[in-house]
């Protein structure tokens, strides 16, 4: 028998052993299928990151000069007053030139007072007076000069904070180098974590996070986005921002890890199992059975979630689509359902 090449507009099912008069209609035939129903879901995404910690206000002091250490007036972990007193080096020679300096702008200021009690009699010569004035104009730059670095040999708090260990003890040697101890302003932390680049338009400030840390595991602090970066790193792609903690129970320190959870909700779209979902040469689309017959309908998929695709497009809440079975079916091809997505993943 000759095979039946050609076919006219309603295709024949040919098997080997069967004569032409007993050819059935592809048409006509019944595809089983296994369903499910599509759902709604909300695009809501939860990330995960990783951050670090740093106080809102946090220095390291080094002194302003060298010298010897006279004494260190700070304890760890102390907290201390903006100005407050934490360090002072022994300034003998610049206490004395202060006191010189002093005398000198006493002695100008004397005599520039007895060449003023003059002015117009002639006794003195305006230039000699002109000169007195500048005699004391810089004695007293000298004596600023001298009380500077008289201040210079104390150092004060920069602001309100906790003070770090002691970098160094009383008859140590110093120089501008040296680091004498650390201040932190840790009332409010700060988190530093990085979110990936195709979530930037959902992140904005005010945004809140919820933060945990390795020491206490079954807490939760509660933050806010404060900061994002202006770039994105070129490599990872990935965006810096940075929340703000409430620390005013002093539990958390600076450079703690954070495990960070940013929950960004999103739009409402159609939920379907990832099986029901097929490419073609226009796209990806679903088999939605309507009427009972298969209907091939375009969407785009937005995010992939628990084995389930959420789709953007013409497919609405609560219809019937293919998940097994699909390789059979055609546009408007009568489709016979045998099972739910939740039933045997066998396909007649």
Not at 36 to 61: E, P
Not at 115 to 138: I, K
Not at 223 to 237: N, Y
């Given at each position: 028998?000759?095979?039946l090449?050609a076919?006219?507009?309603?295709?024949?099912?040919?098997?080997p052993g069967?004569t032409?008069?007993?050819?059935?209609p592809?048409?006509?035939?019944?595809v089983?299928?296994?369903?499910?129903?599509?759902?709604n879901a909300?695009?809501t995404?939860d990330?995960d990151m990783i951050g670090?910690?740093s106080a809102?206000?946090?220095?390291?002091i080094?002194p302003a000069v060298?010298?010897?250490?006279?004494?260190v007036a700070?304890?760890s972990g102390?907290?201390?007053r903006a100005?407050q007193?934490?360090?002072r080096?022994v300034?003998?020679q610049?206490r004395?030139a202060?006191?010189?300096a002093?005398?000198?702008?006493?002695s100008?200021s004397?005599?520039?007072?007895?060449?003023?009690a003059?002015r117009?009699s002639?006794?003195?010569?305006e230039?000699v007076?002109?000169?007195a004035?500048?005699?004391?104009?810089?004695?007293?730059i000298?004596l600023a000069?001298?009380?500077e670095?008289v201040?210079?040999?104390v150092?004060?708090?920069?602001?309100?904070?906790i003070v770090g260990?002691?970098?160094?003890?009383?008859?140590?040697?110093?120089t501008?180098?040296?680091?004498?101890?650390t201040l932190?302003?840790?009332?409010?932390l700060?988190?530093d974590?990085?979110?990936p680049?195709?979530?930037l338009a959902?992140?904005?400030?005010?945004h809140?996070?919820?933060a945990v840390?390795?020491?206490?595991?079954?807490?939760?602090?509660?933050g806010k986005v404060?900061?994002?970066?202006?770039?994105?790193?070129p490599l990872?792609?990935?965006?810096?921002?940075?929340?703000?903690v409430?620390n005013?129970a002093d539990?958390?320190?600076?450079?703690m890890s954070?495990?960070?959870?940013l929950?960004m909700?999103g739009k409402?779209f159609?939920?379907?199992?990832?099986?029901a979902?097929q490419w073609?040469r226009?796209?990806?689309?679903v088999?939605?059975?309507r009427e009972?017959?298969?209907?091939?309908?375009?969407?785009?998929p937005?995010r992939?979630a628990?084995?389930r695709v959420l789709l953007?497009?013409a497919?609405t809440?609560g219809?019937?689509?293919?998940?097994e079975?699909?390789?059979?079916?055609?546009?408007g091809?009568?489709?016979?359902?045998v099972?739910?997505?939740?039933?045997?993943?066998a396909?007649p």
């Amino acid at each position: 028998m000759t095979p039946l090449y050609a076919l006219s507009l309603t295709a024949l099912l040919w098997l080997p052993g069967l004569t032409q008069a007993q050819a059935v209609p592809l048409a006509s035939t019944t595809v089983p299928v296994i369903v499910a129903l599509s759902t709604n879901a909300n695009d809501t995404v939860d990330l995960d990151m990783i951050g670090s910690a740093s106080a809102r206000h946090s220095v390291v002091i080094f002194p302003a000069v060298a010298g010897e250490v006279a004494e260190v007036a700070f304890r760890s972990g102390q907290s201390v007053r903006a100005g407050q007193v934490l360090l002072r080096l022994v300034d003998r020679q610049q206490r004395l030139a202060a006191d010189l300096a002093a005398a000198q702008v006493d002695s100008a200021s004397a005599l520039a007072d007895r060449y003023e009690a003059t002015r117009g009699s002639g006794a003195v010569p305006e230039s000699v007076l002109d000169e007195a004035r500048a005699v004391l104009l810089g004695a007293q730059i000298r004596l600023a000069q001298a009380q500077e670095a008289v201040a210079d040999r104390v150092v004060h708090a920069a602001f309100a904070g906790i003070v770090g260990l002691a970098g160094v003890e009383r008859g140590d040697r110093v120089t501008t180098d040296s680091a004498l101890t650390t201040l932190d302003d840790r009332r409010v932390l700060l988190i530093d974590f990085e979110v990936p680049e195709p979530y930037l338009a959902r992140v904005s400030r005010g945004h809140a996070i919820s933060a945990v840390n390795p020491a206490y595991p079954d807490r939760s602090f509660a933050g806010k986005v404060s900061e994002i970066d202006s770039r994105i790193d070129p490599l990872s792609r990935n965006v810096r921002v940075r929340a703000v903690v409430n620390n005013t129970a002093d539990l958390l320190r600076p450079g703690m890890s954070f495990a960070v959870r940013l929950s960004m909700p999103g739009k409402t779209f159609v939920s379907v199992p990832e099986l029901a979902l097929q490419w073609g040469r226009e796209g990806s689309f679903v088999w939605a059975v309507r009427e009972g017959k298969s209907v091939q309908v375009a969407v785009r998929p937005v995010r992939r979630a628990a084995g389930r695709v959420l789709l953007d497009g013409a497919l609405t809440t609560g219809e019937t689509v293919v998940v097994e079975g699909v390789q059979r079916l055609r546009e408007g091809r009568s489709v016979r359902v045998v099972g739910n997505a939740n039933g045997s993943s066998a396909t007649p």
